[in-house]
């Protein structure tokens, strides 16, 4: 599976630097690729809380933590 991630992570990159090198000047270029998450590998990305709350928590929650200006 790593050597097959590797593989299509290296397709994306070279189909991503095909489109920079011919986007005209003037337009955005497209964004890098994500690399393809391997597995038994930890992540890079930081996930933050355990999950979505009941909207009347959050409420509650809001409500004695605004700051009154």
Not at 45 to 68: C, L, P, V
């Amino acid at each position: 599976m790593m050597l097959l991630a590797t593989l299509v992570d290296a397709v994306n990159l070279w189909r991503w630097e095909y489109a920079v090198s011919n986007t005209p000047k003037g337009k955005r270029k497209p964004p890098r690729p994500e690399p393809i998450p391997r597995p038994g590998v930890k992540s890079r990305i930081k996930h933050w809380g355990r999950g979505a709350i009941r909207r009347s928590r959050f409420a509650d929650w809001w409500a004695t933590h605004k700051r009154n200006k």
